[in-house]
Protein backbone atom coordinates (compact mmCIF):
# COMPACT_ATOMS: atom_id res chain seq x y z
CA UNK A 1 0.00 0.00 0.00
CA UNK A 2 1.13 3.43 -1.07
CA UNK A 3 2.57 5.62 2.17
CA UNK A 4 1.26 8.96 1.98
CA UNK A 5 3.17 12.18 2.43
CA UNK A 6 2.04 15.52 3.42
CA UNK A 7 3.83 19.23 3.10
CA UNK A 8 2.62 21.81 5.08
CA UNK A 9 2.88 24.91 4.05
CA UNK A 10 2.01 28.73 4.70
CA UNK A 11 0.84 29.24 1.27
CA UNK A 12 1.42 27.49 -2.43
CA UNK A 13 0.64 31.50 -3.84
CA UNK A 14 3.63 32.79 -2.81
CA UNK A 15 6.21 33.13 -5.35
CA UNK A 16 9.61 32.83 -2.58
CA UNK A 17 12.46 30.12 -2.80
CA UNK A 18 10.11 28.09 -0.16
CA UNK A 19 7.44 27.50 -2.10
CA UNK A 20 9.51 26.98 -5.16
CA UNK A 21 11.49 24.33 -3.25
CA UNK A 22 8.16 22.29 -1.84
CA UNK A 23 6.95 21.88 -5.69
CA UNK A 24 10.06 20.83 -7.07
CA UNK A 25 10.49 18.14 -4.43
CA UNK A 26 6.69 17.51 -4.32
CA UNK A 27 6.70 16.87 -8.14
CA UNK A 28 9.78 15.08 -7.88
CA UNK A 29 8.34 12.50 -5.31
CA UNK A 30 5.42 12.02 -7.07
CA UNK A 31 7.45 10.80 -10.33
CA UNK A 32 10.19 8.88 -8.75
CA UNK A 33 8.18 6.84 -5.87
CA UNK A 34 4.50 6.11 -4.78
CA UNK A 35 4.08 8.01 -2.32
CA UNK A 36 0.01 9.78 -2.42
CA UNK A 37 1.02 13.54 -1.69
CA UNK A 38 -0.86 16.18 -0.36
CA UNK A 39 0.12 19.96 0.32
CA UNK A 40 -1.98 21.70 2.65
CA UNK A 41 -1.55 25.62 2.32
CA UNK A 42 -2.27 27.58 6.08
CA UNK A 43 -3.49 30.13 4.28
CA UNK A 44 -6.94 30.92 1.94
CA UNK A 45 -5.98 29.82 -1.78
CA UNK A 46 -7.88 32.50 -4.30
CA UNK A 47 -5.63 31.63 -7.15
CA UNK A 48 -3.65 28.57 -8.65
CA UNK A 49 -0.17 28.47 -7.83
CA UNK A 50 2.39 30.51 -9.39
CA UNK A 51 4.59 27.08 -10.33
CA UNK A 52 3.08 24.20 -11.60
CA UNK A 53 1.93 21.28 -9.18
CA UNK A 54 1.62 17.90 -10.46
CA UNK A 55 -1.71 17.34 -10.76
CA UNK A 56 -1.50 13.77 -9.30
CA UNK A 57 -0.42 15.69 -6.08
CA UNK A 58 -3.76 16.65 -3.72
CA UNK A 59 -4.14 20.67 -2.97
CA UNK A 60 -5.65 21.54 0.56
CA UNK A 61 -5.93 24.81 2.40
CA UNK A 62 -7.25 25.52 6.00
CA UNK A 63 -8.53 28.45 5.79
CA UNK A 64 -6.62 30.39 8.27
CA UNK A 65 -5.35 33.82 8.59
CA UNK A 66 -1.80 32.86 10.50
CA UNK A 67 -1.22 36.52 11.41
CA UNK A 68 -4.73 36.84 13.23
CA UNK A 69 -4.05 35.68 16.66
CA UNK A 70 -7.62 34.34 17.66
CA UNK A 71 -7.59 31.84 14.81
CA UNK A 72 -4.96 29.80 16.82
CA UNK A 73 -7.83 27.47 18.77
CA UNK A 74 -9.18 27.35 14.75
CA UNK A 75 -6.31 26.12 12.90
CA UNK A 76 -5.69 23.28 15.69
CA UNK A 77 -8.63 21.94 15.24
CA UNK A 78 -8.92 22.37 10.78
CA UNK A 79 -5.21 21.10 10.77
CA UNK A 80 -6.03 18.13 13.22
CA UNK A 81 -9.37 17.13 11.05
CA UNK A 82 -7.46 17.71 7.93
CA UNK A 83 -4.82 15.51 8.95
CA UNK A 84 -7.02 12.50 10.66
CA UNK A 85 -8.55 12.42 7.36
CA UNK A 86 -5.40 11.88 5.44
CA UNK A 87 -3.88 9.86 8.46
CA UNK A 88 -0.53 10.39 6.36
CA UNK A 89 2.86 8.52 6.98
CA UNK A 90 5.13 11.47 7.15
CA UNK A 91 4.33 15.25 7.40
CA UNK A 92 6.66 18.05 6.22
CA UNK A 93 6.64 21.43 7.81
CA UNK A 94 8.10 23.56 5.55
CA UNK A 95 8.42 26.81 7.74
CA UNK A 96 10.21 26.92 11.04
CA UNK A 97 6.73 28.88 12.56
CA UNK A 98 4.43 25.45 11.52
CA UNK A 99 6.96 23.28 12.87
CA UNK A 100 6.92 24.59 15.92
CA UNK A 101 2.87 24.36 16.42
CA UNK A 102 3.14 20.55 14.91
CA UNK A 103 4.87 20.10 18.40
CA UNK A 104 2.13 18.57 20.19
CA UNK A 105 1.09 16.48 17.79
CA UNK A 106 4.59 14.77 17.53
CA UNK A 107 3.31 10.98 19.05
CA UNK A 108 1.05 10.59 16.69
CA UNK A 109 2.53 11.81 13.51
CA UNK A 110 6.01 11.02 12.15
CA UNK A 111 7.19 14.67 11.70
CA UNK A 112 9.61 16.27 10.00
CA UNK A 113 11.02 19.97 10.04
CA UNK A 114 12.03 21.01 6.95
CA UNK A 115 14.65 24.08 7.26
CA UNK A 116 14.51 26.66 4.68
CA UNK A 117 16.54 29.37 7.04
CA UNK A 118 19.86 29.10 8.68
CA UNK A 119 20.00 28.07 12.36
CA UNK A 120 21.45 31.74 13.38
CA UNK A 121 18.09 33.44 11.17
CA UNK A 122 15.71 33.49 13.86
CA UNK A 123 15.87 35.25 17.29
CA UNK A 124 17.97 34.27 20.39
CA UNK A 125 14.37 33.57 21.99
CA UNK A 126 13.57 31.51 19.14
CA UNK A 127 16.59 29.38 19.00
CA UNK A 128 15.87 28.72 22.89
CA UNK A 129 12.12 27.83 22.70
CA UNK A 130 13.25 25.49 19.22
CA UNK A 131 15.86 24.04 20.80
CA UNK A 132 13.50 22.34 23.04
CA UNK A 133 10.21 21.64 20.54
CA UNK A 134 11.83 20.37 18.19
CA UNK A 135 13.51 17.07 20.01
CA UNK A 136 9.81 16.01 19.96
CA UNK A 137 10.03 15.83 16.16
CA UNK A 138 11.14 12.86 14.11
CA UNK A 139 13.75 15.46 12.50
CA UNK A 140 14.94 18.12 10.67
CA UNK A 141 16.55 18.42 7.24
CA UNK A 142 18.66 21.50 6.89
CA UNK A 143 20.63 23.06 3.96
CA UNK A 144 24.05 22.76 5.37
CA UNK A 145 26.84 20.61 7.26
CA UNK A 146 27.00 23.45 9.19
CA UNK A 147 23.37 23.73 10.69
CA UNK A 148 23.38 19.86 11.08
CA UNK A 149 26.09 20.55 13.62
CA UNK A 150 24.03 22.87 15.57
CA UNK A 151 21.19 21.23 15.75
CA UNK A 152 23.41 18.05 16.89
CA UNK A 153 24.78 20.05 19.73
CA UNK A 154 21.03 20.86 20.65
CA UNK A 155 20.43 16.95 20.58
CA UNK A 156 17.78 17.26 17.50
CA UNK A 157 18.15 14.77 15.13
CA UNK A 158 19.41 16.51 11.82
CA UNK A 159 20.32 16.18 8.39
CA UNK A 160 21.85 18.11 5.38
CA UNK A 161 19.39 17.28 2.65
CA UNK A 162 19.78 19.99 -0.46
CA UNK A 163 17.07 21.29 -2.53
CA UNK A 164 15.67 19.54 -5.88
CA UNK A 165 16.39 22.05 -8.88
CA UNK A 166 13.87 21.31 -11.94
CA UNK A 167 14.04 23.70 -14.67
CA UNK A 168 11.90 23.03 -17.76
CA UNK A 169 13.97 22.56 -20.80
CA UNK A 170 13.42 24.31 -24.37
CA UNK A 171 14.08 27.78 -23.58
CA UNK A 172 16.59 29.88 -25.94
CA UNK A 173 18.06 32.65 -25.87
CA UNK A 174 16.61 35.82 -27.46
CA UNK A 175 19.05 37.90 -28.87
CA UNK A 176 18.68 41.58 -27.32
CA UNK A 177 21.06 43.13 -28.22
CA UNK A 178 22.96 43.72 -24.58
CA UNK A 179 24.25 42.11 -21.79
CA UNK A 180 22.11 40.93 -19.90
CA UNK A 181 22.45 40.66 -15.68
CA UNK A 182 19.68 39.04 -13.59
CA UNK A 183 18.56 38.94 -10.20
CA UNK A 184 15.73 36.80 -8.99
CA UNK A 185 15.07 38.63 -5.42
CA UNK A 186 12.75 39.05 -2.99
CA UNK A 187 12.52 43.05 -2.24
CA UNK A 188 13.54 42.83 1.85
CA UNK A 189 16.62 43.94 4.09
CA UNK A 190 17.50 39.71 4.31
CA UNK A 191 17.67 39.92 0.43
CA UNK A 192 20.38 43.05 0.62
CA UNK A 193 18.01 45.16 -1.84
CA UNK A 194 20.20 47.85 -0.27
CA UNK A 195 23.27 46.32 -1.40
CA UNK A 196 21.69 45.83 -4.78
CA UNK A 197 20.92 49.26 -5.04
CA UNK A 198 24.71 50.24 -4.28
CA UNK A 199 26.38 47.84 -6.90
CA UNK A 200 23.77 49.38 -9.89
CA UNK A 201 25.06 52.43 -8.91
CA UNK A 202 28.75 51.82 -8.21
CA UNK A 203 28.19 49.54 -11.97
CA UNK A 204 26.78 51.95 -13.87
CA UNK A 205 30.40 54.32 -14.31
CA UNK A 206 31.84 50.92 -15.32
CA UNK A 207 29.16 49.58 -17.85
CA UNK A 208 28.12 53.33 -19.13
CA UNK A 209 29.64 52.51 -22.76
CA UNK A 210 28.61 49.21 -23.04
CA UNK A 211 25.09 47.79 -24.02
CA UNK A 212 24.30 46.23 -20.20
CA UNK A 213 21.86 46.53 -18.16
CA UNK A 214 19.79 44.84 -14.73
CA UNK A 215 16.93 42.63 -14.30
CA UNK A 216 15.79 42.12 -11.38
CA UNK A 217 12.62 39.90 -10.92
CA UNK A 218 10.72 39.97 -7.34
CA UNK A 219 8.27 41.40 -4.92
CA UNK A 220 8.68 42.51 -1.52
CA UNK A 221 7.79 45.45 1.25
CA UNK A 222 10.85 47.63 -0.62
CA UNK A 223 10.13 46.85 -3.87
CA UNK A 224 8.12 50.43 -3.82
CA UNK A 225 11.38 52.20 -2.45
CA UNK A 226 13.51 50.98 -4.37
CA UNK A 227 11.32 52.10 -7.88
CA UNK A 228 12.21 55.39 -6.24
CA UNK A 229 15.14 55.41 -5.51
CA UNK A 230 16.33 53.58 -8.75
CA UNK A 231 13.94 55.56 -11.29
CA UNK A 232 17.11 56.94 -13.31
CA UNK A 233 18.33 54.24 -13.58
CA UNK A 234 14.83 52.72 -15.14
CA UNK A 235 14.20 55.47 -16.91
CA UNK A 236 17.36 54.99 -18.96
CA UNK A 237 16.69 51.37 -19.56
CA UNK A 238 20.12 50.51 -17.71
CA UNK A 239 17.70 48.39 -14.63
CA UNK A 240 14.25 46.52 -16.11
CA UNK A 241 12.24 45.41 -12.95
CA UNK A 242 9.13 42.46 -13.76
CA UNK A 243 7.54 40.98 -10.59
CA UNK A 244 6.17 37.70 -10.26
CA UNK A 245 6.79 35.45 -13.28
CA UNK A 246 5.83 31.32 -13.98
CA UNK A 247 8.28 31.63 -16.96
CA UNK A 248 11.67 32.28 -15.43
CA UNK A 249 13.56 29.97 -17.54
CA UNK A 250 13.35 32.18 -20.24
CA UNK A 251 14.36 34.83 -18.09
CA UNK A 252 17.55 32.88 -17.52
CA UNK A 253 18.17 31.88 -20.83
CA UNK A 254 17.74 35.41 -21.69
CA UNK A 255 20.38 36.32 -19.81
CA UNK A 256 24.49 36.54 -19.25
CA UNK A 257 25.31 36.81 -15.44
CA UNK A 258 23.53 36.03 -12.57
CA UNK A 259 24.01 38.05 -8.85
CA UNK A 260 22.94 37.31 -5.41
CA UNK A 261 23.16 40.45 -2.85
CA UNK A 262 21.32 38.29 -0.02
CA UNK A 263 22.60 39.08 3.84
CA UNK A 264 21.81 35.70 4.89
CA UNK A 265 20.84 32.70 2.38
CA UNK A 266 20.68 28.72 3.11
CA UNK A 267 20.75 27.32 0.58
CA UNK A 268 20.42 29.78 -3.09
CA UNK A 269 17.97 28.05 -5.18
CA UNK A 270 18.50 30.76 -7.79
CA UNK A 271 22.19 30.31 -7.76
CA UNK A 272 21.70 26.73 -9.22
CA UNK A 273 19.11 27.56 -11.52
CA UNK A 274 21.34 29.99 -13.39
CA UNK A 275 24.06 27.29 -13.50
CA UNK A 276 21.42 25.08 -15.26
CA UNK A 277 21.27 28.00 -17.93
CA UNK A 278 25.28 28.54 -18.01
CA UNK A 279 25.07 31.77 -15.97
CA UNK A 280 28.25 32.65 -13.90
CA UNK A 281 26.84 33.63 -10.84
CA UNK A 282 28.11 36.80 -8.10
CA UNK A 283 27.54 36.45 -4.38
CA UNK A 284 28.45 37.85 -1.09
CA UNK A 285 30.73 34.99 0.26
CA UNK A 286 27.86 34.23 3.49
CA UNK A 287 27.42 31.46 5.53
CA UNK A 288 25.83 29.14 3.83
CA UNK A 289 24.71 27.84 -0.12
CA UNK A 290 26.83 30.68 -1.52
CA UNK A 291 30.07 29.30 -0.29
CA UNK A 292 28.84 26.03 -0.70
CA UNK A 293 28.05 26.47 -4.64
CA UNK A 294 30.86 28.87 -5.71
CA UNK A 295 34.06 28.35 -6.38
CA UNK A 296 35.93 31.53 -7.09
CA UNK A 297 37.09 31.60 -11.02
CA UNK A 298 35.24 28.14 -12.11
CA UNK A 299 31.83 29.00 -11.48
CA UNK A 300 31.78 32.34 -10.91
CA UNK A 301 32.88 35.03 -7.57
CA UNK A 302 32.33 34.68 -3.96
CA UNK A 303 32.63 38.65 -3.21
CA UNK A 304 33.65 39.45 0.71
CA UNK A 305 30.51 40.83 2.87
CA UNK A 306 29.40 43.95 2.20
CA UNK A 307 31.60 45.19 -0.61
CA UNK A 308 29.63 46.63 -3.46
CA UNK A 309 32.74 48.17 -4.74
CA UNK A 310 34.78 45.18 -5.16
CA UNK A 311 31.55 43.57 -6.32
CA UNK A 312 30.90 45.71 -9.04
CA UNK A 313 33.93 45.62 -10.30
CA UNK A 314 34.02 41.73 -10.52
CA UNK A 315 30.55 42.10 -12.20
CA UNK A 316 31.51 44.61 -14.72
CA UNK A 317 34.94 42.57 -15.95
CA UNK A 318 32.50 39.76 -15.98
CA UNK A 319 30.40 41.50 -18.17
CA UNK A 320 32.80 43.06 -20.80
CA UNK A 321 35.20 40.05 -20.61
CA UNK A 322 33.46 37.61 -23.02
CA UNK A 323 36.34 35.15 -23.20
CA UNK A 324 36.58 34.94 -19.20
CA UNK A 325 33.03 34.93 -19.23
CA UNK A 326 32.37 31.88 -21.61
CA UNK A 327 34.79 30.05 -20.02
CA UNK A 328 33.14 30.56 -16.36
CA UNK A 329 29.75 29.79 -18.12
CA UNK A 330 30.83 26.47 -19.14
CA UNK A 331 31.76 24.63 -15.86
CA UNK A 332 28.20 25.74 -14.52
CA UNK A 333 26.91 22.58 -15.53
CA UNK A 334 28.64 20.20 -13.49
CA UNK A 335 27.62 22.11 -10.30
CA UNK A 336 24.06 22.35 -11.08
CA UNK A 337 23.56 18.39 -11.95
CA UNK A 338 24.45 17.29 -8.14
CA UNK A 339 20.71 18.60 -7.39
CA UNK A 340 19.04 16.91 -10.34
CA UNK A 341 15.51 15.46 -9.16
CA UNK A 342 16.55 11.49 -8.90
CA UNK A 343 19.63 12.18 -7.19
CA UNK A 344 17.83 14.11 -4.67
CA UNK A 345 14.58 12.03 -4.11
CA UNK A 346 17.26 9.22 -3.18
CA UNK A 347 18.60 10.97 -0.46
CA UNK A 348 15.07 12.19 0.59
CA UNK A 349 13.41 8.45 0.25
CA UNK A 350 16.51 7.03 2.39
CA UNK A 351 16.15 9.53 5.09
CA UNK A 352 12.11 9.27 5.39
CA UNK A 353 12.49 5.67 5.57
CA UNK A 354 15.16 5.77 8.47
CA UNK A 355 12.65 8.22 10.43
CA UNK A 356 10.18 5.40 9.81
CA UNK A 357 12.01 2.66 11.37
CA UNK A 358 13.56 4.73 14.56
CA UNK A 359 9.75 6.27 15.25
Known sequence: MAQKLVFLVVSLQASNGTERATINLA????????????????RPQKRKP?????????????????KNPSEVFRYYGQLKKTLEEISPDFIISCNFYISFTLAPLSKAYNIIAWEHVLYSFPSKAFQLVRKYLYRSLSGVVCQTEYDVKQYLEDKIHATCIPNVVAMR?????????VKQIICVTRFSAEKGIDLLMEIIIESHHLLKDSKSRFLIIGEGDQKAEFLIKMKDYIDQGFVIVKGKTDAIEQEYANSDILILTSRSE?????IVEGFDYKLPAIAFAIEGGPQRLITNDHNGYLIPPFNVKEFATRLSTLALNDQQRLRIANNTPTTSAEFKESKICALWINYLHSTSNAK
Open 50 to 66: LFAVDNRIEQESLNIDI
Open 27 to 42: NALITYTDFQITIISI
Open 169 to 177: QGFGKQEMG
Open 266 to 270: SFGLV
